[in-house]
């Protein structure tokens, strides 16, 4: 079992910044993503890494959010720039138990709780 805490998220305005975290109750994690969900769509993947470092990011995302992880700390980071109105959504960790990661949420195991970020513009 992997419990996975997000914060970091809030409100800001169109082209601004944050860092969203997500602290892992372990370190042995093959594949870890960011998703985000909006009332009436599906989840959908924002950025994923596995345990070599090989990062998938969706096209919305490119160039603007930067994936990452901290093995001391556990901890497993989304930084994101450039933030735009559609960037809106409840974010979640995840975590798969195979290091292939894929951009599908129903491949992942574990989930954090989520939280929110909310981009005006």
């Known amino acids: 079992q992997v419990q996975l805490v997000e914060s970091g998220g809030g409100s800001v305005q169109a082209g601004e910044s944050l860092r969203l975290s997500c602290v892992a109750s372990?370190?042995?994690?093959?594949?870890m993503g960011w998703f985000r969900q909006t009332p009436g769509k599906e989840r959908e993947a924002v950025a994923t890494k596995n345990i070599v470092g090989a990062t998938g990011y969706a096209d919305s995302v490119k160039g603007r959010f930067s994936i990452s992880w901290d093995n001391a700390k556990n901890t497993l980071y989304l930084q994101m720039s450039s933030l735009k109105p559609e960037d809106t959504g409840i974010y979640y960790c995840?975590?798969?138990?195979?290091?292939?990661?894929?951009?599908?949420?129903?491949?992942?195991?574990?989930w954090g709780q989520g939280t929110q970020v909310t981009v005006s513009s």
């Open positions: 372990t370190s042995t994690t093959n594949c």
């Open positions: 995840a975590s798969r138990l195979s290091s292939w990661c894929t951009m599908n949420h129903f491949d992942f195991n574990y």
